[in-house]
């Protein structure tokens, strides 16, 4: 029986469920050192394998000589194309449909290509034969800048496509073009630009990053000879993926594949994809009969194992003189490095980017994207976004500043001019998505109040006019920032991975106790997956959270899901765990109403168990119908408590929010400062307002890098001059601003729970706030668009560009 001694607020705070700031139990074990990942597994004989990697961008690789490098102590196989060969594996098939080599295969097409696998009793003994293999390379021209590589006499990068005039996603125009991409009505969109009383036309660039967990991918591959089993623990966001693509690349009976994810220290999108090292690993421990271990070191991940971004943008908008949008008209040239290996959908080759109209009632637009390969890394992951989101919002955000600036219109006013209605969800963008939900005005109506934006801009005229009499040499800028999201890949009518649809899925098992474990397809890389997916069955079917634990990561036990990315967890997972949950409860209702001898109708539900309507006191909890499931079901039914859902989410999910920076630049030396950042939030239903807070925080320091300094940059050799955390920024505490966070809640309609995706809203949002906060700045000096990245070095050099030393 329920305790009826508590009132109904202790009882729902017992549950701990959706809305309550339950505290990580992750951190439980984090914060003792006793997390336990791939790199802390040791197995009995263990070897270990690293790569000798290409020195340059682009050469034919003539010869491989691994004579001296066997002869070193402890090395014991040193494994190359030729040796892939003999297994098939010389080559693997991307997630965007092309292929890239695993090992050198006759020439090497980036900076730190992998070329060969030496295999040793430790890191230290491979690392010494990595020395000793010899390498006979013929530089071969190189070609870094996507916009050269289009000329008619560039260098052929792609000779195994040579003739190929079609690839995955349809014709290729020149040698080094890989697609095109186009959405969108272009006959109406160009009409719409030839009738439009203003326009703007920019290059909005979105330069090349990385995600850089702080654990670096790696794994340990072991195969059993006598089981045919391989088992696989690695840094996977998605481990039946990863088993899958195995079972398929490798020929492999999928059933004697077992991935394990265990903890991971941050994935960003880094973690999507499957690279060399896991197949090298994979093919050494098979060859050897040993487990094989494969760790990246840091140069390693920031220069092989992905990228992101590299889009660039030419974008228009058409508008009416009072700043009514009236088309959108954008081409991206996307720069995917040597193989288009980019972790999207399958049908979308530039991912969700045609969400660019954004948050604004665009009546016609049109968008084409031309991917491009170049000698840089492959990979185009969704680095703390969905699928090119951020690269969108970028767009989209600067292109609505620089109009505002063009009509002398306050970007705040402007986007409150253009944004979609509340009464028009479920929206549908001229570029094809249906959008869930939104109230635009009252969340940037919220950011406008709680920062004093009036208050601020008319700081700003000050100040301005300040630096006009030469008082200071300190500019202001206010960075607007309003980005609508698409979050929750995804619908199996629009998104698939190799052919396998997005769903997502969750087991839940209950317990005679009133206890219970969940397996959830998802798989959490820090986000708080075993905190907050308990707090949603908590709440379901009124178990304290504490009772229910959560298992993600390992193929044999959870259900099979598509893994953690692009904000898709709690949209897709979520909406399983509540499904399945609700499966629980439809069951529990049955026993109870046999139990307490009424029909299920006269039951209805209250916290933490069912009561008979009209007889409060007549009622029977939970834990008690656990108990009952397992001795006294009705007849005929099948004892125990269990359920499965796999979900195949109707629609993704559209958070939003409004951002704000406000940002002090001194001219002389292009020092900024971070004066205030202001972000509200909007995503639907907020199960655990800590986490969301947290993810928020996360979320908006990666933006601040990578606004502010964070880049992968190479020289015309293609040499990569940003290879280590000497170069590339990674804050730290010292210099991160400080971050105000806010929220509105407008739920998902088509959600069980309500809820959209929040992790990646930070960084969506987050970039185009601190992009616009320094043009912003700068604007009054007669400035239209500085690119990112905006270091001190480059604000400095901007301010030259502008004239302001005499
Ligand atoms: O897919 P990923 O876990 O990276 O992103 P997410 O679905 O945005 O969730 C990130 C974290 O925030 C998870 O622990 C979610 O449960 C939590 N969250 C929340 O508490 N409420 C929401 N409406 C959305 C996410």
């Known amino acids: 029986m329920n305790d009826l001694t508590a009132t109904r607020e202790q009882r729902t705070a017992a549950l701990e469920g959706m809305g309550c700031k339950r505290k990580r139990v992750e951190d439980i074990r984090f914060t003792q050192g006793k997390g336990n990942y791939v790199d802390d597994l040791k197995l009995p004989g263990m070897l270990h394998g690293d790569f000798v990697r290409s020195p340059h961008a682009h050469a034919r690789v003539k010869s491989i000589n691994s004579e001296e490098a066997l002869k070193v102590p402890g090395v014991l196989a040193v494994i190359t194309a030729e040796t892939l060969k003999t297994v098939n594996l010389a080559w693997m098939p991307t997630l965007a449909g092309d292929v890239q080599m695993v090992l050198a295969d006759g020439k090497v097409l980036f900076q730190n290509q992998e070329v060969a696998f030496v295999v040793a009793t430790d890191r230290y003994a491979a690392d010494d034969g990595i020395n000793k293999v010899v390498v006979e390379y013929e530089a071969l021209p190189v070609v870094i800048d996507p916009f050269k590589a289009m000329d008619k006499d560039a260098p052929v990068l792609r000779e195994d496509l040579a003739g190929k005039t079609t690839g995955a996603h349809g014709p290729r125009k020149h040698h080094n073009h890989i697609f095109e991409w186009s959405v969108g009505d272009k006959d109406l969109t160009d009409a719409a630009f030839r009738k439009a009383e203003v326009t703007i036309k920019e290059m909005i660039s979105y330069h090349r990053t990385h995600p850089s967990p702080l654990e670096t991918c790696q794994c340990v591959c072991s195969f059993d000879k006598i089981k045919g089993e391989l088992t696989i623990w690695g840094t996977f966001q998605a481990p039946h993926v990863i088993r899958t693509v195995v079972s398929l690349i490798a020929k492999l009976p999928e059933q004697k594949i077992h991935v394990i994810s265990p903890d991971i220290g941050g994935g960003f999108g880094n973690k999507v994809g499957a690279y060399p090292g896991y197949i090298c690993a994979a093919v050494a421990s098979i060859v050897t009969g040993k487990p094989v271990k494969w760790v990246e070191d840091r140069i390693e991940n920031l220069t092989a194992t992905s990228f992101a971004r590299d889009y660039h943008m030419t974008t228009e908008i058409a508008a009416t003189k009072e700043g009514k949008v009236t088309g959108l008209r954008v081409h991206v040239l996307a720069d995917h490095g040597a193989f288009d290996a980019c972790a999207d959908p399958s049908k979308w080759p530039a991912g969700f980017f045609n969400i660019v109209t954004g948050s604004y009632d665009f009546p016609v637009a049109h968008l084409t994207v031309d991917g491009i390969y170049t000698n840089k890394a492959p990979g185009g992951v969704a680095y703390r976004c969905s699928f090119r989101v951020t690269e969108a919002a970028y767009c989209i955000e600067r292109a609505m500043d620089i109009l505002a600036q063009k009509l002398d219109i306050d970007p705040a006013e402007l986007r409150l001019k253009n944004f979609i209605q509340p009464q028009q969800f479920p929206y549908h963008s001229a570029l094809g998505w249906e959008y869930d939900s939104g109230d635009y005005h009252t969340a940037m109506r919220k950011m406008m109040e709680s920062t004093d934006y009036a208050a601020l801009r008319k700081e700003q005229a000050e100040k301005r006019a300040a630096f006009k009499r030469g008082e200071t040499r300190e500019i202001m800028g206010l960075g607007v920032s309003f980005f609508t999201e698409i979050v929750g890949a995804g619908p199996s009518k629009n998104c698939d991975i190799l052919g396998i649809a997005m769903f997502d899925s969750c087991e839940i098992r209950m317990h005679p106790t009133g206890a219970g474990i969940a397996r959830v397809g998802s798989k959490s890389t820090g986000q708080g997956h075993e905190t907050t997916w308990a707090q949603i069955i908590a709440t379901e079917i009124g178990i304290p959270a504490d009772n229910i634990m959560v298992e993600e990561g390992n193929t044999d036990t959870a259900p099979y899901g598509l893994g953690t990315y692009g904000s898709r967890s709690t949209p897709v997972a979520g909406a399983a765990i509540a499904m399945a949950a609700r499966k629980i409860k439809a069951k529990a209702q049955m026993i109870a109403a046999y139990k307490l001898e009424v029909h299920e109708d006269d039951l209805e539900w209250d916290i933490d168990g069912f009561r008979v309507k009209g007889l409060p006191e007549k009622t029977m909890s939970m834990k008690d119908i656990c108990w009952a499931a397992y001795n006294s079901v009705p007849p005929g039914m099948e004892p125990g408590l269990e359920a499965v859902s796999y979900y195949d989410p109707p629609n993704m999910t559209y958070p939003f929010g409004a951002y704000l920076c406000v940002m002090n630049i001194d001219v002389d030396t292009g020092v900024y400062k971070i004066r205030r950042f202001y972000a509200l939030d909007d995503c639907g239903t907020r199960i655990n307002p800590m986490i969301i807070e947290g993810q928020v925080h996360g979320g908006l320091t990666e933006a601040f890098a990578i606004a502010m300094g964070q880049e992968i940059r190479y020289d015309d050799e293609g040499n990569v001059v940003t290879g280590s955390f000497m170069d590339f920024f990674m804050p730290t ?74």
């Open 733 to 806: 505490a010292v210099e991160t601003p400080h971050w105000e966070t806010d929220f509105t809640v407008t739920p998902s309609p088509h959600h069980p729970i309500g809820a959209k995706g929040v992790g990646e809203s930070p960084n969506v949002g987050g970039v185009p706030a601190f992009s616009n906060a320094v043009n912003d700045a700068f604007s009054f000096l007669g400035s239209t668009h500085i690119q990112m990245p905006h270091d001190y070095w480059r604000n400095w050099r901007a301010a030259k560009s502008l004239g302001v030393f005499a």
